[in-house]
């Protein structure tokens, strides 16, 4: 009877094992973020969408912003196209992962947007929070890692007309004051950054 109880707890020990592996520990960045909407209510879905800086924002369906000064002795802005939004950390604090020296940092503006410095300043808004960002392993549903900022909601605002799942939305964390938004989950993924400064 032990050798038989000890042969149907060895699976259950692997497969126990084989869980806490998967919802080890979370990837080192950089990484990029998107979307993840399931709905309950209605058929507007999104599957890792990315989210994109632009303006001093973040958002769905709306490319990514940057920029890279031409004529700067030993900066080849080849190396920069500035094709994606890509941040680094997210244990606290979050910031894009930008080469122009002093980085960008992100930030929840007081209005509740997801928000980011200009290059060359750290300076925050009034009102804005800067810290609370969290990265985590899921242990459910293939694993992921998700983004939270101190246990808020997020929400993805439409800031344009047309259908569901092409229109623009702005990304916020908590706000309740605006209409038509949906609320969302937001993954990370493993990327490599490619811009010199977002604008």
Not at 57 to 63: A, L, P
């Amino acid at each position: 009877m032990r050798a038989f109880t000890a042969l149907l707890s060895l699976p259950a020990l692997a497969l126990a094992a084989s869980i806490a592996r998967r919802a080890g520990s979370v990837p080192a960045g950089p990484w990029s973020a998107g979307v993840w909407r399931q709905p309950l209510n209605d058929d507007i879905f999104f599957v890792g969408d990315s989210i994109n800086a632009s303006g001093g924002k973040f958002y769905v369906n709306k490319n990514t912003s940057a920029y890279c000064p031409s004529g700067v002795e030993n900066l080849d802005c080849s190396a920069y196209p500035g094709t994606k939004t890509v941040f680094r950390g997210g244990n606290d604090t979050m910031f894009l992962d930008a080469a122009v020296p002093g980085g960008q940092q992100v930030y929840v503006a007081a209005d509740g947007s997801l928000s980011y410095t200009v290059p060359h300043s750290g300076a925050l808004p009034e009102g804005a929070s800067a810290t609370g960002f969290q990265r985590e392993r899921s242990e459910s549903f293939g694993a992921p890692v998700t983004l939270s900022q101190a246990g808020k909601a997020w929400l993805m605002c439409p800031v344009s007309e047309g259908e569901p799942r092409e229109r623009t939305y702005q990304i916020f964390v908590d706000h309740t004051d605006l209409e038509d938004c949906l609320y969302s989950g937001m993954r990370t993924y493993t990327d490599e950054g490619d811009a010199w400064e977002y604008v």
